[in-house]
């Protein structure tokens, strides 16, 4: 059409194959390389937080850190654990973190962490999984939804305590 301007596509890295696409369970020295990721995705540096994270889910059997590599460079995490009867709520799986290199974001990466982390969940036996986000990360809403994902039985309460 004349007199449109469209936006330059992203850039775009050729989809990984199976034999370069490696997910596996984190180890604590992926800790640094976690946080490297997550600043450079939220801006904001926070290597004491990943560092109780890595130690805090280290070797409890319900709680997964799943690293994508690609070519042997971490390109990718997700972080979940089996939560139960909070608020009445039977046993379910809670993604609470999720974190794709930019250059990754179109091939399918974080597509296929969350399903390795659903099957982790499913191993441990739960049949549902949730996770929550703020009402303007459009991104990750659109990912989520994108897995199947849909708004579920409860409603977030909040009031400040100032």
Same mark, same amino acid.
């Given at each position: 059409?004349?007199?449109?301007?469209?936006?330059?596509?992203?850039?775009?890295?050729?989809?990984?194959?199976?034999?370069?696409?490696?997910?596996?369970?984190?180890?604590?020295?992926?800790?640094?390389?976690?946080?490297?990721?997550?600043?450079?995705?939220?801006?904001?540096?926070?290597?004491?937080?990943?560092?109780?994270?890595?130690?805090?889910?280290?070797?409890?059997?319900?709680?997964?850190? !799943?690293?994508?590599?690609?070519?042997? #460079? &971490? +390109?990718?995490?997700?972080?979940?654990? /089996? %939560?139960?009867?909070?608020?009445?709520?039977?046993?379910?799986?809670?993604?609470?973190?999720?974190?794709?290199?930019?250059?990754?974001?179109?091939?399918?990466?974080?597509?296929? !962490?969350?399903?390795?982390?659903?099957? #982790? &969940? +499913?191993?441990?036996?739960?049949?549902? /999984? %949730?996770?929550?986000?703020?009402?303007?990360?459009?991104?990750?809403?659109?990912?989520?939804?994108?897995?199947?994902?849909?708004?579920?039985?409860?409603?977030?309460?909040?009031?400040?305590?100032?």
């Amino acid at each position: 059409m004349e007199g449109v301007i469209s936006a330059p596509a992203p850039p775009r890295i050729p989809s990984p194959d199976a034999d370069d696409l490696t997910i596996r369970d984190a180890r604590p020295e992926d800790a640094a390389a976690v946080d490297r990721l997550d600043a450079r995705i939220t801006e904001l540096a926070k290597p004491d937080y990943w560092r109780e994270i890595f130690a805090r889910f280290s070797g409890r059997p319900d709680s997964h850190i !799943l690293i994508a590599e690609v070519g042997g #460079r &971490l +390109r990718g995490f997700i972080i979940g654990e /089996v %939560r139960a009867w909070e608020f009445g709520s039977p046993p379910s799986g809670w993604i609470f973190a999720i974190g794709v290199h930019p250059d990754h974001r179109l091939n399918k990466l974080g597509s296929r !962490l969350f399903e390795a982390m659903c099957q #982790r &969940l +499913r191993e441990s036996g739960v049949k549902t /999984v %949730r996770t929550m986000l703020a009402r303007d990360d459009n991104l990750n809403m659109a990912f989520f939804r994108s897995q199947g994902m849909m708004g579920g039985p409860f409603t977030q309460l909040e009031m400040p305590l100032d």
